[in-house]
């Protein structure tokens, strides 16, 4: 009995062991503050005007996101709809997959649970490791994700920068960036606008992530109600034998 219920214990906390030891990238770390209103509604700014034209987020509604985040249906409207016409339709881009399959060789992924897949950490250093790379068809380069298809959409506010490599053993390792045409943000402010976009990022995978924890908690409580029908239909049983 004792040993069959630790294997269970064991099989229900194994995503968790699993997802804790997926993490050996170099990355920079971010602070999420789900509770940062402000924070989230800046980042959802970000997310619609330079994002949503590549990239859906397919499980969230206009509504929704604005109701959550305590924006007004007018502020939603003027500033935060450009690829739909009503609050009720889901954020989805206006891109068709086919051009876009064509323009980058890839169909941008939908955004919505990114947050989980990758983490945040790895979303926030992504963001910011983008450089200018002549040899690539987009002209630019990720130090996270080499040979990415996505160019580097807010290079007006981080600026365009290039990296030197150097030559070791014949592998490429970063050295330095190189400084080219400024950005219109301070580097602080261009990481605070990227921790933004990344909390709201975190936001959008958290309605999805609720229904798992509720549909988890059913299941949890099944097992346990069954383990103990269980047990005492087994003594119930065995008493008879005896
Ligand atoms: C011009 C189109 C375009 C825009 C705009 C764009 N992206 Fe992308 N993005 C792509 C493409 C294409 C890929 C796939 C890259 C690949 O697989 O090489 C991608 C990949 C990504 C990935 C990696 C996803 C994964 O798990 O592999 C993230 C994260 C991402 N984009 C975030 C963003 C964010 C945040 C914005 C807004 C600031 C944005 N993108 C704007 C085209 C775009």
């Not at 990238?25 to 034209?53: M, P, W």
């Not at 400024?182 to 309605?207: C, K």
């Amino acid at each position: 009995m004792m040993r069959k219920l630790l294997i269970v214990i064991a099989l229900l906390a194994s995503p968790a062991l699993a997802q804790a030891s997926s993490n050996n990238e170099n990355l920079d770390s971010v602070h999420i503050d789900l509770a940062d209103r402000l924070s989230l509604q800046k980042g959802a700014n970000t997310f619609v005007n330079y994002c949503l034209s590549c990239h859906s987020a397919a499980y969230m509604r206009y509504e929704r996101m604005a109701s959550d985040l305590g924006i007004s249906e007018q502020l939603l409207k003027d500033n935060l709809m450009f690829a739909a016409d009503k609050p009720g339709e889901l954020m989805v881009t206006t891109m068709a997959p086919t051009d876009a399959k064509q323009w980058f060789g890839v169909v941008p992924p939908d955004l919505s649970l990114t947050a989980r897949s990758r983490g945040p950490d790895w979303i926030y250093t992504y963001l910011r490791s983008f450089y200018h790379d002549e040899s690539t068809p987009t002209g630019w380069n990720n130090l996270l994700f080499p040979s990415v298809a996505m160019p580097h959409v807010l290079h007006q506010w981080q600026g365009t920068r290039t990296v030197h490599f150097e030559e070791v053993d014949g592998n490429k390792h970063f050295e330095s960036f190189v400084a080219g045409v400024p950005g219109q943000m301070t580097e602080s402010e261009y990481n605070s606008t990227i921790r933004d976009l990344t909390n709201f990022m975190v936001y959008l995978a958290e309605p999805a992530k609720l229904v798992r924890y509720r549909i988890g908690f059913w299941v949890m409580i099944f097992m346990v109600v069954f383990i103990v029908l269980s047990y005492t239909l087994k003594k119930e049983y065995w008493r008879d034998v005896h």
